[in-house]
């Protein structure tokens, strides 16, 4: 198993398997819960404490990214349950398809933050791979994966499966390049980016007879 990298892992699991699918979606719950739970307690705790202006910063900050990224759970939720459009909608309509291409923008946008970018060098780093004459590869690669992932969330059709495909594939890729930065390590990995990715997998064969 400790060769065996995180999506082969999960593979095995069988997370396609009703009971395991229901087992999960609940485990998604109880996460975007205690995520909540634990930003407000965090907010009161701001709140009664004198904090320096970079500090309020960074708490600001990484609110907006749990926020989002458990809206992104949410509408992952709901697309194992819920159809998407089909039928031809208003280009003003904001559709739930919509709702969730802006999310998934969020987390793409995410690659070009210095503090993201950061983290993800001092990963490599602790492989001891990463020189001062291999730096700019390392760092092209961050904006390479968000040059092709960004190409691909602009060509996603605006409603109905295939975008809600689309949308997973680019998840997909997204949650195994953090895995990979992780060192294929799941007590490294980040529980959202796991459930992130066995959504997609769900989702894609879900949906995937009604492109």
């Not at 070009?112 to 791979?129: H, M, N, P, W, Y």
Request: proline share 3%.
């Amino acid at each position: 198993m400790q060769n065996m990298k995180i999506s082969e892992i999960i593979a095995k699991e069988d997370c396609l398997d009703s009971k395991k699918v229901e087992i999960l979606k609940e485990s998604i719950r109880s996460h975007i819960d205690n995520s909540a739970r634990n930003q407000n307690e965090t907010a009161t705790w701001h709140a009664t404490t004198p904090i320096s202006p970079a500090q309020l910063k960074h708490f600001f900050r990484n609110k907006e990214r749990e926020e989002n990224t458990g809206r992104l759970l949410q509408y992952l939720l709901m697309f194992t349950e819920k159809a998407p459009v089909c039928e031809k909608m208003s280009p003003e309509l904001i559709t739930p398809e919509k709702q969730l291409r802006e999310f998934v923008s969020f987390q793409l946008d995410l690659l070009r933050e210095k503090d993201v970018k950061k983290a993800i060098l001092r990963e490599t780093s602790q492989l001891g791979i990463l020189r001062t004459g291999n730096f700019w590869y390392y760092e092209g690669r961050i904006a390479d994966l968000h040059k092709e992932l960004s190409e691909a969330l602009a060509a996603c059709p605006d409603q109905g499966p295939a975008a809600i495909i689309t949308l997973c594939r680019i998840l997909e890729k997204l949650s195994l390049f953090w895995f990979d930065i992780c060192r294929e390590d799941a007590c490294r990995v980040r529980v959202s980016d796991i459930f992130i990715y066995k959504l997609t997998l769900i989702l894609k064969i879900k949906w995937n007879g009604y492109e």
